[in-house]
């Protein structure tokens, strides 16, 4: 059967190497000239890495199981990492329970406090009820609200920027949950990981599955429009016009709102517009390493970005030509217009930053500078989110949609990707056969909307 996947982010690709590996004729369709979509690569200059950080935790489960399936998990390399506090112009570490007691900003009882919610949030399983509530109305309330002066609104302000007080307790919940699988519970100590060679070697493994199961990979080919006649469902970039007996669509719901011909797209009516982030990432490549901290959080708004994310601590430099690679991150909302500011006004700015916060750092130590931006990056999770989220359905059989706009009680990260495309695949994917012998004999195409879950929910 002939399957087409728009879009090679990481939901596509690995979606594609398992209907390749069943003996479908598979072609996937890319806008850029790379694979990876988010978790895409960089030539940082002589050599490849992630264009946005990216770890893998101990709980990834599904991720783990990937590697697992492409063979590559020995390439999984695990390190111990750290946490640092920046605030009243001082680095502070909190990475075990030790340094966190001794942490001189909060006092005795908030520090109980603090384990206290996160203890209380990783038990919770009923996310619904926090959606009327946002993240820090529901952190004063259990944590108190010197913890959430001091600790909880520079990390929330690190993970989401200024759109933070807008957004439901339920992303706080699902951070918890996600990042306190994080720490070895002997040790409470954060261990993270990463595939040797970075997503490049992840994407370049599955590209390879699917080519060697006769898949195809088509690059630099946007899909301008959707549309379908009896032959199949249509997909057309300005290079060709492609027929396929199944299409499986994995960009966001908007793109899809303005690709999809109107009658086989059912987008529901949302209660209100979903908002999107957007991220802009100053990754600095230096000959000596700028922190030993995974990630500083940071408590100064003199400071122009949200976090630094020492990479060089989780991943070796081996990986990196011999040199350290510190990303600079400042979340907004994808219709800032900052995001539209040059270049140029990001590496002035994010560097004075990084000198101020790290006076002995010297300059002459940087080799490179390189800005990044994705303009959507995930939706912002306010108030009651999961009724705001537009349903998706197609009314066609041979057509259907599988993305992150419909996860709506988790961070987006790629352990929830690959847990949707093996349900995805397990819901529907098995169903393909069936289907084109329908829709191969007869005309009677039902809705396809009890076979796709059109809002992600896990747990
Ligand atoms: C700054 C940052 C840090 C992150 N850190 C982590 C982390 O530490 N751990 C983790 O697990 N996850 C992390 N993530 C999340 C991870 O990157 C995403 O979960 C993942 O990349 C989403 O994959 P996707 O395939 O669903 O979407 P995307 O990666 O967005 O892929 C969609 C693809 O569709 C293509 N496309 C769209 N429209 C068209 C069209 N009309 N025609 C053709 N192609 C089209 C796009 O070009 C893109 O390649 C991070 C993300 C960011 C931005």
Redesign the pocket.
């Known amino acids: 059967m002939r399957v087409g996947i ?8 690995a979606l594609a190497r398992k209907y390749a590996a069943d003996g479908h004729t598979v072609t996937v ?4 000239n790379q ?6 690569w960089s030539d940082f200059g002589g050599f490849d890495w992630d264009r ?6 101990p709980s ?1 489960q599904q ?1 783990i199981g990937f590697l697992n399936e492409l063979g590559i998990s020995d390439e999984l390399e695990w390190n111990r990492t750290y946490t640092g506090f920046y605030v009243d112009q001082k680095l502070h570490s909190i990475s075990s329970n030790a340094e966190f007691l001794k942490f001189p900003l909060l006092s005795f009882t908030s520090k109980i406090r603090l384990g206290f919610t996160m203890l209380y949030a990783s038990r919770i399983n009923s996310w619904k009820r926090l959606e009327a509530i946002t993240c820090e109305q529901w952190l004063r309330k259990i944590s108190g609200n010197e913890n959430v002066d001091k600790l909880w609104k520079p990390l929330l302000l690190a993970k989401l920027g200024p759109s933070y007080s807008r957004v439901s307790a339920v992303f706080i919940w699902s951070y918890i949950k996600r990042m306190f699988s994080a720490r070895d519970k002997s040790a409470s100590a954060e261990h993270l990981g990463h595939v040797r060679g970075g997503y490049k070697s992840i994407f370049n493994k599955i590209e390879a599955d699917i080519k060697n199961a006769g898949g195809t990979i088509r690059l630099n ?4 429009r959707v549309s379908s006649s009896d032959e199949g469902v249509l997909v057309h ?1 300005p290079k060709e016009t492609h027929v396929f007996d199944h299409v499986v669509c ?3 719901t908007n ?1 899809l709102e ?2 999809v011909d109107r009658h086989l797209l059912a987008v529901g009516k949302s209660a209100g517009s979903v908002e999107y982030l957007g ?1 802009v ?1 100053l990754v600095v490549v230096t000959k000596k390493p700028i922190t030993d901290f995974y990630v500083v959080n940071i408590a100064d708004e003199t400071i122009p970005f949200t976090g630094v994310i020492g990479m060089s601590s989780v991943i070796d430099t081996k990986n990196t030509g011999g040199y350290y690679l510190t ?1 600079l ?1 400042r979340y907004m909302l994808s219709t800032d217009t900052e995001l539209e500011k040059s270049d140029g006004y990001f590496r002035e700015t994010f560097l004075q930053g990084l000198t101020k916060m790290f006076p002995d750092f010297d300059a002459s130590e940087i080799v490179s500078v390189h800005v990044n931006r ?1 303009i ?3 939706p912002l999770q306010v108030l009651n989110y999961s009724s705001m989220v537009p349903s998706v359905s197609t009314n066609d059989d041979r057509l259907h949609v599988l ?2 706009s419909q996860f709506v009680n988790a961070t ?6 690959i847990g ?1 495309v093996n349900r995805f695949y397990e819901n529907v994917g098995s169903s393909f056969v069936e289907l084109a012998s329908v829709t191969s004999t007869s005309n009677d195409v039902t809705n396809g909307i009890d076979k796709v879950p059109d809002k992600v929910a896990n747990g």
Do not use: R, W
């Open positions: 728009i879009g090679a982010g990481l939901m596509g690709m369709i890319e806008h850029a694979p990876g979509g988010l978790a895409t946005f950080y990216h770890v893998i935790l990834d991720t080919e946007s899909v301008m970039t994995t960009s966001p793109v303005n690709i991220v990432c990303y991150p994705a959507k990056v995930q993305n992150t987006l990260n790629n352990n929830e990707v949707a």
